[in-house]
């Protein structure tokens, strides 16, 4: 595996809740931040939420309230739990793992889509 597998993605209902999954490539203390991004349609792709090695955790604006980020250390796995989701939700979403030496390998990415 050299690249981050991602899981959780699939189509729900406005105000629903999904759990993305990603496991890392390797020993997730390997990268010093893990994230997820999405990519609408049309649009280009942003940041969505990342938490370092320490715990520190981001989150996009429109995100913040709604979404959570966590890792489990003994999977090397990270998870984005979204609640209330809304339609502008609607993305690929990838999950991104950036080593000490800045370089980023990303996942092939999981669609979710939210119907209004």
């Known amino acids: 595996q050299v690249q981050p597998v991602e899981s959780g993605g699939g189509l729900v209902q406005t105000g629903g809740s999904l759990r993305l999954s990603c496991i890392a490539p390797r020993n997730i203390f390997s990268f010093n931040t893990m994230g997820w991004y999405r990519r609408a349609p049309g649009k280009q792709r942003e940041l969505v939420a990342t938490?370092?090695?320490?715990?520190?955790?981001n989150f996009a604006g429109s995100v913040k309230g709604r979404f959570t980020i966590s890792r489990d250390n003994a999977r090397d796995t990270v998870y984005l739990q979204m609640n209330s989701l809304k339609p502008e939700d609607t993305a690929v979403y990838y999950c991104?793992?950036?080593?000490?030496?800045?370089?980023?390998?990303w996942g092939q990415g999981t669609q979710v889509t939210v119907s209004s």
């Open positions: 938490i370092t090695r320490g715990g520190s955790t």
């Open positions: 991104a793992a950036t080593s000490r030496d800045g370089s980023t390998v």
